[in-house]
C-alpha cells in the first residue's frame, strides 16, 4: 500500500511538467500579444512596448521564460506576475480558489446527497412510478443547458419569489452560494441518481444478496452495508472525476451568478494572454486531479476487499 | 466563444420570461420612504470593472481604472460639455504664442497625506510619467513638451538621456511654465487628461505603492481596494477645488456580467450602472422609468480603410470614390435602430458630439442613397475584386451590425462583403498591428481632449498613434500642420472643421455612428450625470436618507 502510494506520487511529477510545459506552448502560440492589447486602439511607442516586456521577462526565449516560471514555481512557490496589473498570480489565485472550492464543496454536498439518496430510492424501485419518475426528471436536467437552468431559477427565486438575491455579493456567504451550487451540482446529480439507480438494480440479482437475505440479516443491512458497498464503486469514481470538473469548469455558472471564482479567471487569463496565471491555474488543477484520482483508487480497496495494492 | 454564444441563446428565453413578469417586476424595490431627504455623508456604489492596471496616473488608458482615477486625483483644468475649459486646481493658465504656457495654481490644496501639492509635484510627475523607463502607457502624451524625445526615444532598447523635460520650470511654489517644442493652440484642453494630474512626494519613493494606494489631490481620498472584489474611495473633507463632492463617498464593485449588475440595480445592491448590457437594452427604458439613461457621449465607430493592402494599393492607389460610395451604401439609420437597439446615433462627420468645433451634419457622405452611392463606386473605376471584408473582434458584440452593414453594402451596391472576426481583441489588434487586415476594420475612438484636433490629427496623420492603417496624404498633413500653428485656439479650430469638411476627397475612414451612454440608476441617489468620456460624474450624486 505504501509503495504503491510513493509511486503514484512519483508519477505525478513528469505529468506535472508536462502538463505545465504544454499549456506554457499553447498559450505562447495563440495569436495576440499581451502587452501590445494593453493599449488599445490607441497604440504605443515601440520603447514602451519593449521597456514592460523587459520588465516582466518577455523579451528572453522561450526556454529561458519557461525555466524561470519552473524554478519560481518549485523553489519560491512564485508563480510570477501578471503582465496587466502587477499583482502576483500567487494572490490572484489565492482570491480566486477559495471561493471556487466554497462553491464546488456545496455543489458536490447536494449532488453526493441528492443523487445517491434519489439513485436509491429508484433503485430500490426498479421500474415503478417512482423510479420513472426520477428517471424522467433527471433526463430533463440532464438536457437544460446550464445556463438556462441558472437563469430560470434566478427568475424564479430572485425575482417572482425574492427567496433569494440575485447574484452573489463580494462577501460570499454560504447562504448566496445555495443557487449557484444547485445549478452547478444539478447537472452530475442526474448523473449520480442513474447510475446509482442502475448498479444497485443489478446487483439486487446478485448472489451476494440473495445469502445474505437467506441469512436473516434485517433489511437495513442487507441494503445498507452489503449492497450499498458493492454498488458504489462507479458512482465514486464519477465523484472523483467530478471535483475536478466542479473547480474548474465553472465558467457558465460564475458567469451567471456573479462568483468570482477559478471558472471566470481562466476564461480572462486566456482573452487577456497571461500566460504566468493561466499555467498557475491549470498546474493546481491537475495537482486536484491527480490527487482525487489517487484518492478513488484507494477507496477501491475499502469498497472491495477483493482489490489490493501491493 | 460558448460564452458568447451562451448569452445570445439566453436573450430569447429572457425576454420572454420578463414579458410574462413585467407586472410583477419591480418588487425588489425598496420605494422611496425617506421622502427624497439627502444625506451628504451617504455613500453610493457604481457597477465597475476590475482596473486593468495598478492605479497610475500614467498608465490608467480603460474606462474602469479612469472612473477611480478621476475621483482620486485632480488635474490643473476640466472641460465643460460645450468643450469650453474650467479651472480646477489651476488659478490661470495663458499663453501668447501657443508655445510657452504659464500656468499658476491655486494656493492651499493638499494632497491626501497631507502634504501640499506645489509646481513641483506637476513637474516630477510629469517627468515621471514620460520616462521611458518607467514604461508608462501614456507617456506619449507628452510629445508635444519640448525635450521629450530625451526622456522618452522612440527606439526599441534605447536609453533615455535625460530624466528631464527640458521644457519644464518651477518657477515659483505656484508657478510653472511649459514650453513645447512647437506651438499647440489646444494643449490647455489636454491639460485636462489624467496623465497631466500631480502626485505627492511620497508616490516617487515607492511606486508600486502609489499603484495600490494612490494618493491624490482629488474630492475623494483612497479607501481600501478589495482586487476584482471592490473599491472604496470616500470623501475627501480638505479639498480645495470647485467640485467638492456632495456625498460620502464611492464604492465600486465588481460585476462578471453587466447582467448581473442590471439585476443587483433592480434589487437596489447597486445604485450607479455605467453600461446596460444587450440583453437588456429592449426592456430597461420601461424598467427604470425616468432612472434610464440615454445620452451621446463624444465617442465614434468607423470602419478605417487598410491602405497598405493589396487591394487599395495595386494596381493603383484606390479613388477616394470608391470609399465614399461604400459609405452611402451605408444604413446607417436602420441598423443603429434595429441591430442596436437605439445604442448609436449615426455619425455626420468624422468628429464626435461634445467637442469643440463638432459641426453638425458635417458631411454629405454618411447619407444613405444606393443609387449615388452605386454612381460613386462605378466613377471611382469600382471597388477592386468586387469584394469588401470588414475585420472586427468577435469578443466585443461587433458582429451583429458588422453583418448588418454588409448586407447594406451588397444589398445597395452589389459590392460582395464579408465579416472578418478575429477570436479577441488581442488578435485583431495583432492583425492590425502587423499589417495583415486584407480590406477593411473596424475602429473606435474615444476623446482624449474635447478639441476637434484629436479626431483628425490623432488619427490622420501620418504617422500619427491612432492611424493604423497606414493612410497617408502630404496636402492634409500640411493642412493639419497649418491648423496646428495657428494663432489661437479659435482659429485651430475653424480650421480643423474646414479639414473635416475636405476628408471627404480622401476618405482616410468611413464613418458610422457615434457612442451613446446606455445606462441607470436606483432610487437611492439623484442628480446621476454622465461626462463626455461615458463614466458617471461621481462629485454631482446625492445619496437619499434611508
Redesign the interface.
Known amino acids: 500500500m505504501g509503495r504503491y502510494v510513493a509511486r503514484r506520487l512519483l508519477q505525478m511529477i513528469p505529468v506535472f511538467f508536462g502538463t505545465t510545459l504544454l499549456i506554457f506552448l499553447m498559450v505562447y502560440s495563440l495569436p495576440g500579444d499581451p502587452v501590445a492589447g494593453l493599449f488599445g486602439d490607441k497604440g504605443a511607442s515601440p520603447a514602451t512596448i519593449e521597456a514592460i516586456k523587459h520588465k516582466l521577462g518577455l523579451d528572453q526565449p522561450l526556454w529561458k521564460q519557461y525555466w524561470d516560471y519552473m524554478s519560481g514555481i518549485i523553489l519560491h512557490f512564485d508563480f510570477g506576475t501578471q503582465i496587466r496589473n502587477d499583482r502576483p498570480v500567487t494572490e490572484v489565485l489565492g482570491d480566486a480558489f477559495p471561493v471556487t472550492l466554497q462553491l464546488a464543496t456545496l455543489a458536490f454536498a447536494f449532488e453526493l446527497i441528492f443523487g445517491i439518496g434519489l439513485g436509491i430510492i429508484a433503485g430500490l424501485r426498479a421500474g415503478r412510478l417512482a423510479d420513472n419518475s426520477i428517471l424522467i426528471f433527471t433526463l430533463l436536467i440532464i438536457s437544460i443547458p446550464v445556463f438556462v437552468l441558472g437563469y430560470i431559477i434566478k427568475m424564479v427565486f430572485a425575482f417572482n419569489l425574492g427567496w433569494i438575491q440575485p447574484n452573489v455579493s463580494n462577501d460570499q456567504l454560504w447562504s448566496e452560494m445555495i443557487a449557484p451550487a444547485v445549478v452547478l451540482g444539478g447537472l452530475s446529480l442526474a448523473y449520480v441518481a442513474r447510475l446509482t439507480r442502475t448498479t444497485m438494480a443489478e446487483n439486487l440479482r446478485a448472489d451476494y444478496m440473495r445469502t445474505a437475505i437467506a441469512k436473516g440479516l434485517p433489511r437495513r443491512r442487507v441494503i445498507g452495508v452489503h449492497l450499498m458497498r458493492n454498488s458504489m464503486i462507479p458512482v465514486v469514481t464519477f465523484l472523483g472525476t467530478d471535483i475536478g470538473a466542479l473547480m474548474g469548469g465553472a465558467i457558465v455558472t460564475e458567469r451567471i451568478f456573479n462568483v468570482k471564482g477559478v471558472g471566470g479567471l481562466i476564461a480572462e487569463s486566456i482573452t487577456r494572454r497571461e500566460g504566468t496565471t493561466l499555467v498557475g491555474l491549470v498546474t493546481i488543477l491537475v495537482i486536484v486531479y491527480l490527487v482525487t484520482s489517487l484518492l478513488i483508487d484507494l477507496l477501491y480497496a475499502v469498497l472491495d476487499p477483493r482489490i489490493r495494492y501491493a | 466563444m ?2 458568447a454564444k ?2 445570445k ?2 436573450t430569447g ?2 425576454i420572454v ?1 420578463l414579458a410574462a ?1 413585467a407586472c ?2 419591480g ?2 424595490d425598496k420605494g422611496d420612504s425617506a421622502g427624497g431627504k439627502v444625506d451628504p455623508n451617504g455613500i453610493f456604489s457604481v457597477e465597475l470593472g ?5 492605479l497610475l496616473t500614467g498608465d490608467t ?2 474606462s474602469n481604472g479612469s472612473a477611480v482615477m478621476a475621483g482620486l486625483f485632480s488635474t490643473l483644468v476640466d472641460y465643460k460639455a460645450d468643450g469650453s475649459l474650467e479651472m480646477i486646481n489651476a488659478e490661470s493658465v495663458t499663453t501668447t504664442d501657443s508655445k510657452t504656457w504659464t500656468v499658476k495654481l491655486k494656493k492651499g490644496w493638499t494632497f491626501h497625506d497631507g502634504t501640499p501639492v506645489t509646481a513641483k509635484s506637476y513637474v516630477d510627475a510629469w517627468n515621471w510619467n514620460a520616462n ?6 501614456l ?2 502624451w507628452f510629445a508635444d513638451i519640448k525635450g521629450f524625445e530625451k526622456v ?7 536609453k533615455p538621456t535625460s530624466k528631464t523635460l527640458d521644457g519644464l520650470k518651477v518657477v515659483d511654489e505656484s508657478t510653472l511654465t511649459i514650453e513645447l517644442a512647437k506651438p499647440v493652440p489646444y494643449f490647455a484642453h489636454k491639460l485636462a487628461y489624467i496623465v497631466f494630474a500631480p502626485l505627492p512626494e511620497s508616490f516617487f519613493k515607492d511606486p ?1 505603492a502609489g ?1 495600490q494606494k494612490p494618493v491624490g489631490n482629488g474630492p475623494y481620498k483612497f479607501k481600501n481596494w ?5 473599491i472604496e474611495i470616500v470623501r475627501y473633507d480638505d479639498y480645495k477645488g470647485p467640485n467638492k463632492a456632495k456625498n460620502g463617498g464611492v464604492t465600486f ?5 453587466l ?2 449588475a442590471y ?2 440595480l ?2 437596489g ?1 447597486v445604485d450607479v450602472l455605467r453600461q446596460i448590457a444587450p440583453k437588456d437594452l429592449p426592456l430597461y427604458r420601461t424598467d427604470l422609468g425616468d432612472r434610464a439613461v440615454d445620452q451621446a457621449y463624444s465617442a465614434i465607430q468607423t470602419i478605417a480603410v487598410a491602405f497598405y493592402a493589396d487591394q487599395w494599393k495595386k494596381p493603383k492607389q484606390v479613388d477616394p470614390r470608391v470609399i465614399q460610395g461604400l459609405s452611402m451604401a451605408i444604413d446607417r439609420a436602420t441598423i443603429t435602430k434595429t441591430v442596436l437597439n437605439g445604442t448609436r446615433e449615426p455619425a455626420t462627420g468624422w468628429v464626435a458630439k461634445g467637442v469643440l468645433g463638432y459641426q453638425p451634419d458635417a458631411v454629405e457622405i454618411t447619407k444613405y442613397d444606393p443609387a449615388k452611392a452605386k454612381e460613386l463606386i462605378t466613377a471611382g473605376g469600382g471597388v477592386p475584386n468586387n469584394q469588401i471584408s470588414i475585420q472586427y473582434n468577435a ?1 466585443g458584440g461587433h458582429k451583429e451590425w458588422v453583418e448588418a452593414v454588409c448586407n447594406s453594402i451588397t444589398q445597395a451596391t452589389s459590392v460582395k462583403c464579408v465579416g472578418d472576426g478575429k477570436p ?4 485583431d ?3 492590425r ?1 502587423e499589417k495583415q487586415v486584407k480590406s477593411l476594420y473596424r ?3 474615444v476623446l482624449d481632449y474635447p478639441v476637434n484636433a484629436n479626431f483628425i490629427s490623432d488619427l490622420f496623420r501620418t504617422g500619427a ?2 492611424n ?1 492603417g497606414d493612410f497617408s496624404n502630404k496636402e492634409l498633413d500640411a493642412k493639419i500642420a497649418k491648423a496646428d500653428s495657428a494663432k489661437t485656439l479659435e482659429e485651430s479650430v475653424k480650421e480643423y472643421q474646414a479639414i473635416e469638411k475636405d476628408l471627404v476627397n480622401y476618405m482616410p475612414s468611413i464613418p458610422l455612428w457615434y457612442y451613446k451612454v446606455n445606462a441607470g440608476f436606483s432610487e437611492n441617489v439623484s442628480g446621476v450625470a454622465y461626462g463626455q468620456d461615458g463614466d458617471p460624474i461621481l462629485t454631482g450624486v446625492e445619496v437619499k436618507q434611508k
Request: net charge negative; glycine share 14%; hydrophobic share 25%.
Open positions: 460558448r460564452g451562451s448569452a441563446w439566453v428565453a429572457i420570461a413578469t410583477g417586476g418588487n425588489g476590475e482596473p486593468e492596471k495598478p488608458m480603460e521611458v523607463e518607467n514604461a508608462q502607457g507617456a506619449s522618452h526615444p522612440e527606439e526599441e532598447g534605447a508600486e499603484g478589495d482586487h476584482k472584489k471592490q464593485k465588481n460585476y462578471t456580467t447582467e448581473a439585476e443587483d433592480k434589487s445592491n469578443d479577441d481583441f488581442q488578435a489588434l495583432t492583425a498591428k475602429s473606435g475612438w498613434g491612432g493604423q
